[in-house]
Structures are given as C-alpha cells and as structure tokens.
C-alpha cells in the first residue's frame, strides 16, 4: 500500500494541468463567425421589418377610427316604412 502524499497530488494537477492547457477546446473557423453574425443581421432586419409593417398598420386603422362615421339612411320616407321599395317583391 502505497501512501499518497501532498507532492504526489500536486505533481499529478500538474500534470494534467499541463495536458489541458495544450488542447484547444471549441476550435472555430473565421466561416462560423461569418454564419452567426450573417444570422443574426438577418434576424435583426428582419424584426426591424416586422416592427415597422405593425407600425404602419396601426397608424392606419387610427385614421380609419378616428375619422367621423358617416350613415346614409337614403330619404326620410324610407324610415317611415323601410318596406316600401321597389326592390321588395309583395
């Protein structure tokens, strides 16, 4: 039985310390960074695009809700009696 001392633990971090520090993790090429920043330019724009289509449209339907609603009930005889057409077959 061999006894483990603190210079053994320390030796072996070290050791494996040493490993880790020569492999690279998560290598990416210039093309990955290129793709993402593209994606999210177009994910951008594309809100952008959205956001002011709705804005546009709101802005739309408040003229059409502000403006004064106009009926046209066609001569005052027809309120009398709203039967009495042309058009309505008796």
Same mark, same amino acid.
Request: hydrophobic content about 40%; overall charge positive.
């Given at each position: 039985? #061999?006894?483990? =001392? ?7 971090? *070290?050791?494996?310390?040493? *490993?880790?520090? #020569?492999? /690279?993790?998560?290598? *990416? ?7 993402? &920043? =593209?994606? =999210?330019? $177009?994910?951008? $724009? &594309?809100?952008?695009?959205? &956001? @002011?289509?709705?804005? /546009?449209? $709101?802005? @739309?339907?408040? #003229?059409?809700?502000?403006? +004064?609603?106009?009926?046209? %009930? &066609?001569? /005052?005889?027809?309120?009398?009696? +709203?039967?009495?057409? +042309? %058009?309505?077959?008796?």
């Amino acid at each position: 039985m #061999k006894i483990v =001392t603190n210079r053994d633990l320390y030796e072996e971090i *070290k050791e494996v310390s040493k *490993k880790s520090e #020569k492999q /690279r993790h998560q290598v *990416k090429s210039r093309w990955y960074y290129i793709f993402w &920043g =593209t994606c =999210t330019i $177009a994910v951008c $724009a &594309g809100q952008w695009f959205v &956001g @002011s289509g709705f804005r /546009r449209m $709101a802005d @739309s339907v408040d #003229k059409v809700l502000d403006a +004064p609603i106009i009926l046209d %009930m &066609g001569p /005052r005889h027809r309120m009398i009696d +709203p039967y009495d057409d +042309p %058009m309505i077959i008796r």
